[in-house]
């Protein structure tokens, strides 16, 4: 394995690692405590009175485009792109990861508990962690990124990350869903992006790679930076206006789904900055470059010999002028 190669992969496996400890994490503070139930609870009662506003309206026509129908479609548009590029490994693990993501999800949702834990507000008997419309909105965006050119990964992260994000939003504005439900599908997502990662990485799949133009560069560290601007706005606004009944609490928990969406795009970024996902494992082209003809004349009059198409010759004597050569055979 190249230390580039070993570099990714350790990067992979600490942010994955980080991922899944952030999961229990944000499970037991917004799910088993009282403050975490209390924040959520406003902004469930906030998203039930501005459930038939234009904003909820809009909101439940988004997540009612993400059906088994698009899923299907995007899995298959993830293995398409793989194909087209002659990347099929990409387009393997693009699928994979949309279809662990939403598994998982689903199992958690049927698995983990959520108790009730004060003694007034706004009750809900469903367990909506992790939030599945989230998940399947995340798994596509990584996988799409994943099996996109190096050139294009700056566009396919920003418009897909777009998308993502009004699901996130759209779910928590809905009141489909609690603000720490999209979270916990984005780390989900993110663990599966990273196992994804340190697959080719230790496969050695991975090569390093720059952008050709200053322009490029640019372009890609300003769309690194206005994530990271979005990310530490999102939760500044989630952290001031937390725990306010009405629709303050509706923009604290619409904050925290923005917050989670452009910190995945902003670790995408980050995970795979520099880092082309398209080269050709180790070996895969020595067979290309083996000769095809023995080297030496002297072995190639043998093999052909061999072969029955010419015998070998006789070695030559040289002789000196003026003398006549030796008979050496009957005559």
Same mark, same amino acid.
């Given at each position: 394995?190249?230390?580039?190669?070993?570099?990714?992969?350790?990067?992979?496996?600490?942010i994955g690692g980080l991922a899944?400890? /952030?999961?229990?994490?944000?499970?037991?503070?917004?799910?088993?405590?009282?403050?975490?139930?209390? =924040?959520?609870?406003?902004?469930?009662?906030?998203?039930?009175? #501005?459930a038939g506003s234009p904003d909820?309206?809009? &909101?439940?026509?988004?997540?009612?485009?993400?059906?088994?129908?698009?899923?299907?479609?995007?899995?298959?548009?993830? /293995?398409?792109? %793989?194909?087209?590029?002659?990347? !099929?490994?990409?387009? @393997?693990?693009?699928?994979?990861?949309? *279809? *662990?993501?939403?598994?998982?999800?689903?199992? !958690?949702?049927?698995?983990?508990?959520?108790?009730?834990?004060?003694?007034? %507000?706004?009750?809900?008997?469903?367990?909506? =962690?992790?939030?599945?419309?989230?998940?399947?909105?995340?798994?596509?965006?990584?996988?799409? $990124?994943?099996?996109?050119?190096?050139?294009?990964?700056?566009? &396919?992260? @920003?418009?897909?990350? /777009?998308?993502?994000?009004?699901?996130?939003?759209?779910?928590?504005?809905?009141?489909?869903?609690?603000?720490?439900?999209?979270?916990?599908?984005?780390?989900?997502?993110?663990?599966?992006?990273?196992?994804?990662?340190?697959?080719? &990485?230790?496969?050695?799949?991975?090569?390093?790679?720059?952008?050709?133009?200053?322009?490029?560069? &640019? #372009?890609?560290?300003?769309?690194?930076?206005?994530?990271? $601007?979005?990310?530490?706005?999102a939760f500044g606004v989630a952290?001031?206006?937390?725990?306010?009944?009405?629709?303050?609490?509706?923009?604290?928990?619409?904050?925290?789904?923005?917050?989670?969406?452009? *910190?995945?795009?902003?670790? /995408? !970024?980050?995970? !795979?900055?520099?880092?082309?996902?398209?080269?050709?494992?180790?070996?895969?082209?020595?067979?290309?470059?083996?000769?095809?003809?023995?080297?030496?004349?002297?072995?190639?009059?043998?093999?052909?010999?061999?072969? %029955?198409?010419?015998?070998?010759?006789?070695?030559?004597?040289?002789?000196?002028? %003026?003398?006549?050569?030796?008979?050496?055979?009957?005559?």
């Amino acid at each position: 394995m190249t230390p580039l190669a070993a570099g990714v992969r350790r990067r992979a496996l600490i942010i994955g690692g980080l991922a899944a400890t /952030l999961l229990v994490a944000v499970y037991v503070l917004a799910v088993w405590t009282s403050a975490g139930q209390r =924040f959520e609870d406003a902004v469930l009662k906030a998203a039930t009175l #501005a459930a038939g506003s234009p904003d909820g309206l809009r &909101a439940a026509r988004t997540l009612h485009t993400i059906t088994n129908a698009s899923l299907a479609g995007a899995v298959i548009a993830v /293995l398409a792109i %793989g194909l087209l590029r002659r990347k !099929l490994v990409l387009g @393997f693990l693009g699928a994979g990861v949309i *279809a *662990a993501s939403v598994v998982t999800v689903e199992i !958690l949702q049927r698995s983990v508990l959520r108790p009730v834990l004060l003694a007034t %507000g706004n009750r809900r008997e469903d367990q909506s =962690f992790p939030s599945g419309h989230t998940a399947i909105a995340m798994s596509v965006m990584c996988a799409l $990124v994943l099996v996109a050119p190096y050139r294009g990964r700056g566009a &396919a992260v @920003f418009l897909t990350s /777009l998308w993502a994000a009004s699901v996130g939003v759209a779910a928590v504005t809905a009141d489909w869903h609690r603000p720490s439900d999209t979270i916990g599908s984005d780390l989900v997502v993110v663990i599966y992006t990273c196992t994804a990662v340190a697959v080719l &990485a230790w496969s050695g799949r991975v090569s390093e790679v720059t952008l050709p133009t200053t322009a490029g560069r &640019a #372009a890609r560290g300003l769309l690194a930076g206005v994530y990271g $601007v979005t990310t530490l706005l999102a939760f500044g606004v989630a952290v001031v206006v937390r725990g306010v009944v009405g629709g303050p609490a509706l923009t604290a928990g619409r904050a925290v789904a923005l917050f989670g969406s452009a *910190a995945v795009a902003l670790t /995408l !970024l980050g995970l !795979l900055g520099r880092v082309d996902l398209s080269a050709p494992p180790p070996g895969a082209g020595s067979g290309a470059t083996a000769p095809t003809w023995p080297r030496s004349p002297l072995a190639r009059r043998t093999s052909c010999g061999t072969a %029955g198409t010419e015998s070998p010759r006789p070695p030559q004597t040289t002789v000196p002028s %003026g003398r006549r050569p030796v008979q050496t055979g009957p005559g």
